[in-house]
């Protein structure tokens, strides 16, 4: 049985979803999430990135978009009847992440329109955006998610 409550026709243009906990970020995760996806210095060796011309240790922009997938799984996409992403677009690195920050996130559907082969089924196309306890937007990107429509 179904327990899914969200379908393709519960994403209209306008609508918007927020996570309704932040995300916090510790300076464990940024390492351990470096050392198996992204192992640069800046990002797995504090006080090495504190003398690199960027000055900071931060969180990498791949485990930036991580924490925002996570997210979206928690705010809706757990319960909707997703079958697959499609792509993303637009993708932007505006501020650092940093140990100690607690991230949000805010999508909010730009479009949907039917598939174009397979009636049961169609596009939402989301505008996410994450930002800091600051309200500073940290990431923002497109994303093109195919959604089951309601059986009828």
């Known amino acids: 049985m179904n327990t899914k409550a969200l379908y393709w026709e519960d994403f209209s243009p306008g609508k918007e979803w927020t996570a309704e906990r932040p995300q916090p970020v510790s300076r464990q995760e940024i390492i351990e999430f470096a050392l198996m996806f992204d192992p640069l210095d800046i990002h797995i060796d504090p006080e090495q990135a504190a003398r690199a011309p960027l000055g900071v240790h931060c969180a ?31 993708l932007k690195l505006l501020r650092t992440v940093l140990s100690g920050d607690r991230l949000h ?37 497109d994303t093109d998610v195919l959604i089951m429509r309601r059986p009828a």
């Open 60 to 90: 990498s922009g791949v485990h930036t978009f991580a924490m925002a997938q996570r997210m979206l799984c928690d705010a809706f996409f757990l319960k909707t009847n997703l079958v697959a992403g499609g792509k993303f677009e637009a």
């Open 105 to 141: 996130l805010s999508s909010q559907v730009l479009n949907a329109y039917a598939h174009t082969r397979k009636p049961d089924r169609g596009w939402v196309v989301f505008k996410v955006e994450v930002f800091n306890q600051d309200k500073n937007v940290v990431l923002t990107y």
